[in-house]
T-cell receptor, first 113, second 109 residues
Framework: DTAVSQTPKYLVTQMGNDKSIKCEQN?????MYWYKQDSKKFLKIMFS???????INETVPNRFSPKSPDKAHLNLHINSLELGDSAVYFC????????????FGPGTRLTVL | KNEVEQSPQNLTAQEGEFITINCSYS?????LHWLQQHPGGGIVSLFM???GKKKHGRLIATINIQEKHSSLHITASHPRDSAVYIC???????????FGEGTQLTVNP
């Protein structure tokens, strides 16, 4: 069983479209995260949720909106996609909010044309 | 300047060599994480430490809180160790991880 799963694995779309990436964890963790990895492979936190509550909301465009319907899911919706949104997006989870090992999903490679 | 600096950026070694990757940071932290990103893109957590030293198989991670420095060592390196190794710190001011730029390790047979 995959611990942290993301769908889709690849997403190719046109500028201006709206798209969603889904993340699910079956580890029973309380905290989930979204990270963006740019073309230089640099990782940066975007959001984190703890028990469905938004904890971290980094300076990302408000075109990005996370949604956590329950503790096991954290989805990322992106409106009006731009070329600069092309990146690999990783979901992760941990048992608690601080000082805990994070488990990463396989990543979603988003390409905006 | 990034709050987390790794060195070297790229490292090529021969199979069997002892490898060291360094990480320096400039902020107060509650923990430091070492991650491994496989050539296929997946990310795995190797260690989380806030003091001293941890060992797992051929991998050893150390941290010196006073000097704001951590090292990741790989003993008897193997081609399957080829990956990007990423240092990340969890700041005391919050739970967010701040990442280094990664070290690309290539181990040749």
């Amino acid at each position: 069983d995959t611990a942290v799963s993301q769908t889709p694995k690849y997403l190719v779309t046109q500028m201006g479209n709206d798209k969603s990436i889904k993340c699910e964890q079956n580890l029973g963790h309380d905290t989930m995260y979204w990270y963006k990895q740019d073309s230089k492979k640099f990782l940066k936190i975007m959001f984190s949720y703890n028990n469905k509550e938004l904890i971290i909301n980094e300076t990302v465009p408000n075109r990005f909106s996370p949604k956590s319907p329950d503790k096991a899911h954290l989805n990322l919706h992106i409106n009006s996609l731009e070329l600069g949104d092309s990146a690999v997006y990783f979901c992760a989870s941990s048992r608690r909010e601080t000082t805990d090992t994070q488990y990463f999903g396989p990543g979603t490679r988003l390409t905006v044309l | 300047k990034n709050e987390v600096e790794q060195s070297p950026q790229n490292l090529t070694a021969q199979e069997g060599e002892f490898i060291t990757i360094n990480c320096s940071y400039s902020v107060g932290i509650s923990a430091l994480h070492w991650l491994q990103q496989h050539p296929g893109g997946g990310i795995v957590s190797l260690f989380m430490l806030s003091s001293g030293k941890k060992k797992h198989g051929r991998l050893i991670a150390t941290i010196n809180i006073q000097e704001k420095h951590s090292s990741l060592h790989i003993t008897a390196s193997h081609p399957r160790d080829s990956a990007v190794y990423i240092c990340a710190v969890e700041e005391t001011s919050g739970s967010r991880l701040t990442f280094g730029e990664g070290t690309q390790l290539t181990v040749n047979p």
